[in-house]
């Protein structure tokens, strides 16, 4: 008998969805199924021709109105509900951000706020669209639980574990579909790092999707110099998983972080703050500069343009490894 090979086309087609449309993939199928969730929506579009079964009446868009889409969110939460809020980022954390505080956080109500195009993803919109800022003023708030997924597909199984915290959640998402992270990588689990590479010489500690893809094109650059590089990959970025990261370090004397948000608070401040604690660490931040982005573009380019990439981190590596090097002669 002849085997005929199928057609390349009945191959199974790459997922190319973005995190968000993956985030609302997976809405539509576990509404139905929880009669606690409740979606409020922003007019966002986001659901737009989804098909909620009979699930439908827990669907409610409540316009261009953050603020009180989260004191509705808070009140559903007091009545036993776990309502997911859907925003975009830079209006989560800036403009609806007392309600926030005060309606959720402080009652440490559980609901998730899904807020969609941060960073520099919605960079064709400019500066007012921009979130930069995001994960300072969230991870600040007591009960808040900050994540940020690092490709589609974790984005699924992280909002599932998020559901299950029985607090606040910040779920950070970007707005086009961005590059998987490496086949073989751990299953996420919330609260624990994931080790992309294990390298004895400096670490690399990242969070979102360009920063993660930045940290290990530069483990490579770094490994054709004799440099090795551990990469971590940090989505929960409060709580934050200082074990892993101590564990990780070992006896080096150098972290890069790299982020996709001003210096200033965000991810690599957060790395700081919990290592300088316990141990004397050179903590080095890879992030946008101390300025709104004055030109419109794709996410890679402003990130790339901003500092945000293979190179900068390499180079940075290379730096702090020359000094720490020298203070130990």
């Known amino acids: 008998m002849t085997t005929v090979a199928a057609p390349a086309s009945a191959a199974p087609a790459a997922d190319t969805r973005s995190a968000r449309e993956v985030y609302r993939d997976t809405v539509a199928r576990l509404l139905p199924r929880e009669d606690r969730l409740v979606v409020l929506d922003s007019d966002t579009g986001l659901f737009n021709g989804v098909d909620f079964g009979l699930a439908a009446d827990r669907y409610l868009n409540l316009g261009i109105a953050e603020h009180t889409l989260m004191g509705a969110a808070s009140g559903l939460a007091r009545e036993g509900r776990i309502p997911l809020v859907n925003t975009m980022a830079a ?24 807020a969609t195009h941060s960073g520099v993803s919605a960079g064709h919109l400019g500066p007012t669209h921009h979130a930069l800022e995001d994960l300072a003023t969230l991870r600040v708030l007591p009960h808040m639980t900050v994540v940020v997924p690092g490709d589609p597909a974790q984005t ?30 751990e299953a996420p689990r919330l609260g624990r790092a994931q080790i992309l590479r294990r390298g004895a010489d400096v670490t690399i500690a990242a969070c979102g999707p360009y ?27 409060k709580p934050l998983d200082t074990p892993a990261l101590l564990d990780a370090l070992g006896d080096q004397r150098t972290v890069i972080t790299v982020e996709e948000h001003w210096a200033a608070g965000g991810f690599g401040s957060a ?3 919990e290592l300088s604690a316990v141990r004397p660490v050179r903590v080095h931040r890879i992030a946008m500069p101390d300025a709104f982005v004055p030109v419109a573009g794709g996410q890679r380019l402003l990130l790339e343009q901003g500092g945000v990439s293979a190179l900068a981190v390499a180079d940075r590596a290379r730096r702090a490894l020359d000094t720490t090097r020298g203070d130990s002669r």
């Not at 989560?92 to 956080?105: F, G, P, Q, T, Y």
């Not at 599932?160 to 490496?182: E, F, I, K």
């Not at 940290?215 to 090795?228: P, Q, R, T, V």
């Open 91 to 114: 209006f989560a954390s800036s403009r609806a951000l007392e309600a926030v505080k005060l309606d959720i956080a402080l009652n440490n109500l559980p609901v998730l706020i899904a």
């Open 156 to 185: 699924a199984e992280l909002l599932r574990q998020a559901l299950a915290c029985g607090g606040p959640v910040y779920l950070r998402l970007g707005r086009g579909a961005t590059p998987a992270l490496p086949a073989g990588a």
């Open 211 to 237: 920063p993660v893809l930045a940290a290990l094109e530069a483990a490579g650059l770094l490994a054709a110099d004799g440099i090795e590089a551990n990469v971590l990959h940090l989505h929960t970025v």
């Open 271 to 273: 790395v700081a703050e």
